[in-house]
């Protein structure tokens, strides 16, 4: 591992290319994975509660989403014209979600830039609101404000409030509410702790938004894998606009906005004054086609039986003492010491994100639960 860092270390800064997954000194490397369980460079396994940072769920090398993929690259992975694979998946995200209109991009960071832009141009105003504490990507107008690298004057076209606080937002939304182009929330926030968001908030930020003319942006890249039409058909909150990714991808790179049709007809190329969304990869059909596939696998008793699981798991680890957080698949250990934490899991055979972050996947089973629940206890030091 270490001559692989060191090479890494000549061609990349700090030898890594995604500041997520970095951990002092350097993450292991992956060399192969299949269903529940990834091998390193050192043939060390361990079971994937990582999966890609939420986004694969069902594991690694799914024999019917190999196969959906291989026969996709086989036809032509990529086209300069449309494929009906992007239309199919619109349709399945349509009857999934509610939301009439979409659009595809490569990463929830690029759907929730085109969500910005998009509102931006639809109501004709800058401002968006968002919450301290959520992470939707890299884009300027959703990250710290202060972040080196991030122009001086986005701070003027942002408004960053905390989450939950309805005085506050409601006195914004008094003081600013008719320059606001977009009120911007995740519902469960993972890296704010993975807490869901209250009901009355959620109801509050949907009504205020509607009288200020404003819209509604409710970024589900991690919550979809909740509920098949994501969290906010189990908040019954109905958004203008909704980002995707991650799972909507079956593995492969993937993004997607989608919402109201008038107000995805911003993108249209038959208005006047449209916005321009590009994307040399965007939709391309082996995307579209794995992606599809695995969203049809995840059907109602699939998601049922995954976020049983994950409730299962949360439970039994509350009732040892680990504090943890999330919903459904989704379990989040909420560690003092993230990064030690993450060497003794990975070093008793469980990969998490490095900040705790776990996400189960359709591969695992019983057993599989069962040992990543005790090398949890155990790895946090307490005995199973
Ligand atoms: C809620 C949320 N939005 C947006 C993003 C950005 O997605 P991507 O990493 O695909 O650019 C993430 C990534 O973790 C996310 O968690």
Redesign the pocket.
């Known amino acids: 591992m270490t001559a692989l860092r060191d090479r890494a270390r000549q061609v990349m800064p700090g030898g890594n290319t995604r500041s997520?997954l970095f951990v002092s000194p350097h993450p292991p490397y992956a060399v192969k994975g299949v269903g529940c369980r990834v091998v390193d460079a050192q043939g060390h396994e361990v079971i994937d509660c990582n999966n890609n940072?939420?986004?694969l769920l069902h594991g690694h090398a799914h024999p019917e989403l190999v196969s959906v993929a291989q026969a996709a690259v086989a036809e032509g992975s990529a086209f300069g014209l449309p494929t009906e694979s992007e239309v199919a998946f619109a349709e399945l995200l349509r009857d999934r979600t509610g939301l009439p209109s979409w659009r595809f991009c490569n990463?929830?960071?690029?759907?929730?830039m085109m969500a910005v832009r998009g509102a931006r141009a639809y109501t004709g105003r800058d401002l968006i609101v968002r919450f301290s504490g959520?992470?939707?990507?890299?884009y300027d107008a959703?990250v710290d404000v202060s972040a080196p690298g991030v122009p001086g004057d986005v701070k003027d076209s942002v408004l960053t409030l905390p989450q939950g606080d309805e005085p506050a937002f409601r006195e914004a939304m008094r003081l600013h509410g008719s320059t606001v182009a977009a009120v911007l929330i995740?519902l469960m926030?993972?890296?704010a702790g993975l807490r869901p968001a209250a009901q009355p908030f959620v109801d509050l930020v949907r009504a205020e938004t509607t009288k200020h003319g404003a819209l509604l942006v409710i970024?589900?890249?991690?919550?979809l894998r909740l509920g098949l039409g994501g969290l906010q058909r189990q908040y019954g909150v109905v958004p203008d606009m909704t980002?995707v990714?991650?799972i909507i991808g079956g593995g492969f790179?993937?993004?997607g906005v989608g919402g109201r049709r008038e107000v995805l007809d911003a993108f249209s190329p038959l208005g006047q004054g449209t916005v321009s969304w590009g994307g040399t990869f965007s939709a391309n059909p082996v995307t579209m086609r794995t992606g599809a596939a695995a969203l049809r696998m995840f059907n109602q008793a699939a998601l049922d039986a995954l976020n049983a699981r994950g409730d299962g798991l949360r439970t039994r680890l509350q009732e040892r003492g680990v504090k943890v957080s999330g919903s459904g698949s989704l379990v989040r250990l909420l560690l003092a010491d993230a990064e030690p934490a993450w060497w003794r899991l990975y070093e008793r055979g469980v990969l998490v994100g490095t900040n705790g972050l776990m996400a189960l996947s359709t591969a695992m089973d019983d057993a599989d639960v069962d040992a990543v629940h005790d090398a949890v206890l155990d790895a946090l030091e307490m005995s199973a």
């Open positions: 997520t940072y939420t986004a990463s929830g960071t690029e759907a929730v959520s992470y939707h990507g890299t959703v995740d926030p993972n890296r970024d589900e890249v991690i919550t980002t990714g991650k790179p993937a993004g």
